[in-house]
């Protein structure tokens, strides 16, 4: 499981540092390996093999019908894969597809979200965080609903 939220910098050859956290996080349970796609929110969108895997095979019990629906997304998600193994030092290659994809040049914002982590660009992520504490705002309950 990953949580919290860590600011890194992207090096110019396009590495990146994986949060120890997450490391150790992702050594307990699986490879030392992430799957990065661009997500539609505009970021990059990280998995465990495992959790990858498990996603998977969602998508396929979602039955034809859904993913002929949804096919346009489906080659974007797919076609957008990369490997990404964390090397001795904790880093990973983001491509340059998904930096671009995410507006990322150099400074960027690294959560954890249960199964995934998620890499915004800082500029990005300070518009998402600004509106979505005004969507709270208004829904105060948010929390209760969750069961939290």
Not at 10 to 21: C, F, H, N, T, Y
Not at 54 to 81: D, F, K, S, T
């Amino acid at each position: 499981m990953f949580y919290g939220q860590f600011d890194y910098a992207i090096d110019e050859k396009g590495r990146l540092s994986v949060p120890a956290k997450f490391r150790d996080a992702l050594l307990s349970h699986d490879t030392p390996l992430l799957l990065l796609t661009a997500h539609p929110d505009g970021c990059i969108v990280a998995y465990s093999s495992k959790e990858w895997q498990a996603r998977q095979e969602r998508i396929e019990a979602a039955g034809e019908e859904v993913r002929n629906e949804g096919a346009n997304w489906l080659r974007m998600y797919y076609a957008l894969v990369t490997d990404c193994p964390i090397d001795k030092l904790g880093r990973i290659l983001v491509p340059q597809l998904l930096r671009s994809h995410a507006g990322i040049q150099k400074n960027v914002v690294i959560l954890g979200i249960n199964k995934k982590i998620e890499i915004w660009s800082e500029n990005a992520w300070v518009d998402v965080a600004k509106r979505a504490a005004k969507e709270l705002e208004g829904r105060p309950n948010m929390a209760s609903r969750f069961g939290l």
